[in-house]
């Protein structure tokens, strides 16, 4: 036999060549052969799992390296190849990369087939290779063949190994013979390579909801990682509980399932908010967040986000859909179970978490700007009249208002449509657009703000408009250098162009012109589809504004 073990990466013909020479290994020559091969092979092996674990299927993979069948196949069932070392679990890892979770073609169909036999095949291997003609024997004699005993193997391996997680915890209120947090830890490693086989969600699940005795984690972080990776991929489906669980004992994967729901609103054209919840809804986040542990997590990915991204609007309006929908499931929540708003902000003042999180359905549309005014003045005491100690301390109250962002938007509603007082309100918009006051920022745009709806309100009752009257205005947004006022500004025009009787016929343009000459396009969007959801909401007395807000969305689509 030639001595010279150096191969080039993958040559799959070489070790095509050694898997044929080596046969199962039967005689001497060939097992010395394999052992002097073996810890190359497995590098190979190593090499082979890292190459192929990022395509799609075993077609890719085929296509890629057309010999991996064979060679995977006989290196399968060679004894002395799956015996050494982590040769057996890398075999499984590349046998699972070729796996096609949903099958598109005959080949395909046909492939999955031949690695679950595989699968089952090196899971039972210990067990049954020193009596291999006996067992073909038995097997047959069942009336099955032997991919489908494998099978039946896998499915029965599984149910014992839940009922032994389930029964030995615990036996009425003391525990007994509870199992060892190393069996537990050696099952959820054994499940690595095949998470994605359906007849295995049953142990994924009991593994998840297990808890042991011990004050550390019992269950691999590999084995955590993989089950999140492929939840997030909807290559598995697990229940609601067992995704908790994940969660809740890893926070690692926690955070990748909020940057990848980022990830995902960020990637898509979302023609509507309710698209936009359904996304955050189908994640499970908000679900899961009824637990007071994981809200908070969320919400620290969610500052940060904001803070990379100097607060968009995109951002403010995921943030404030997923708190919405997170009340809702709150809500829900049995109330034997249910947590106190305090568990969700523990560092916040009360009353005003409280009034924050009344969602505006819940009172009658004439007492919102009672609401809207109590909210502002608890906040303007929080802000300027006690001693805030640092931008930390005053980023965290704003946060909490961007949460309920709801009540902004109709504020700034509120101050064409009903009769406010407006300086407690304009104040709240002040606030929100600029919550810093470094330099007297936030007095200025609050004296901006008092001029510019000044301005507008003399102009509200005018049913025939010109671009030209609302000129002024426009150019209070177009020529405003500071990004808070900016926003402000847009925020009040576009609601005056929505909610006045002569704002309609001159809407299109004075967008247009808009965002022609600032970068708001995707701020007056997601401005446009929240009010728009809440529209929705509210009948028919607001078809005119409806029909506007559509033709406003159908252009603007193309610029965000």
Not at 5 to 16: D, R
Not at 22 to 50: I, N, R
Not at 121 to 129: T, V
Not at 394 to 419: M, N, R, S, T, Y
């Amino acid at each position: 036999m030639a001595q010279d073990t150096t191969v080039p990466k993958l040559n799959f013909e070489y070790w095509l060549d050694k898997a044929i020479e080596w046969g199962q290994a039967t005689t001497l020559e060939s097992q010395k052969d394999v052992c002097l091969h073996l810890p190359q092979l497995q590098e190979f092996l190593h090499q082979l799992y890292e190459t192929i674990k990022h395509l799609q299927g075993s077609t890719v993979a085929i296509q890629q390296f057309p010999l991996i069948g064979q060679l995977l196949g006989r290196l399968c069932w060679n004894p002395f190849v799956i015996g050494y070392d982590e040769s057996q679990r890398t075999l499984m890892w590349c046998l699972c990369c070729l796996f096609s979770s949903e099958p598109q073609n005959a080949v395909e169909l046909k492939a999955n087939s031949w690695i679950r036999s595989l699968l089952c095949h090196l899971l039972s291997s210990s067990k049954w290779e020193s009596n291999e003609a006996e067992t073909s024997t038995f097997i047959s004699a069942l009336g099955y063949t032997s991919a489908d005993y494998y099978c039946h193997l896998v499915k029965n391996m599984v149910v014992s190994l839940v009922t032994e997680l389930r029964e030995n915890q615990f036996n009425g209120l003391n525990i007994q013979e509870s199992i060892s947090a190393s069996r537990v830890n050696a099952m959820s490693i054994f499940c690595v390579p095949l998470i994605t086989l359906p007849d295995l969600t049953p142990l994924l699940e009991t593994l998840l909801l297990h808890h042991g005795g011990s004050s550390k984690e019992i269950l691999s972080s590999e084995f955590l990682e993989a089950v999140n990776e492929a939840f997030l991929k909807k290559k598995i489906s697990l229940p609601e509980p067992a995704v908790f669980s994940l969660w809740l004992r890893h926070l690692p994967s926690l955070e990748k399932a909020t940057l990848h729901l980022l990830d995902q609103l960020f990637s898509i054209q979302l023609n509507s908010l309710e698209e936009v919840a359904c996304v955050i809804k189908d994640s499970l986040l908000p679900q899961a967040a009824s637990h007071p542990a994981i809200f908070r997590m969320v919400n620290e990915i969610f500052k940060n986000a904001l803070v990379e991204t100097d607060g968009t609007s995109e951002v403010r309006t995921i943030i404030q859909v997923f708190t919405q929908l997170f009340l809702q499931a709150h809500q829900n929540e049995n109330k034997q179970h249910k947590f106190p708003l305090k568990a969700y902000f523990p560092n916040h003042h009360q009353p005003l978490v409280r009034g924050l999180a009344r969602r505006p359905f819940e009172l009658p549309t004439t007492s919102w700007s009672q609401h809207l005014k109590h909210i502002s003045d608890m906040l303007k005491v929080l802000v300027e009249d006690t001693n805030i100690s640092s931008l930390t301390d005053l980023f965290e109250i704003w946060f909490l208002v961007a949460c309920f962002g709801e009540w902004v938007d109709i504020a700034a509603e509120q101050l064409l449509k009903a009769a406010v007082e407006p300086d407690a309100v304009l104040w709240l918009l002040a606030f929100y657009y600029c919550p810093k006051n470094e330099n007297q920022q936030r007095t200025q745009t609050m004296e901006e703000a008092q001029a510019l709806y000044h301005h507008l309100m003399m102009l509200f009752s005018c049913v025939d408009l010109s671009p030209k009257d609302l000129e002024a205005a426009v150019h209070r947004v177009t020529g405003t250098e500071q990004c808070c006022n900016q926003r402000l500004t847009t925020h009040l025009v576009t609601n005056f162009l929505l909610f006045s009787p002569g704002g309609h016929e001159i809407a299109q343009e004075c967008i247009c012109r808009i965002t022609e000459i600032t970068d708001t396009s995707k701020e007056i969007y997601n401005l446009l589809i929240r009010t728009a959801c809440r529209f929705n909401h509210s009948g028919k007395e607001n078809q005119r504004p409806v029909k506007l807000l559509n033709e406003l969305l159908q252009k603007l689509q193309l610029k965000v």
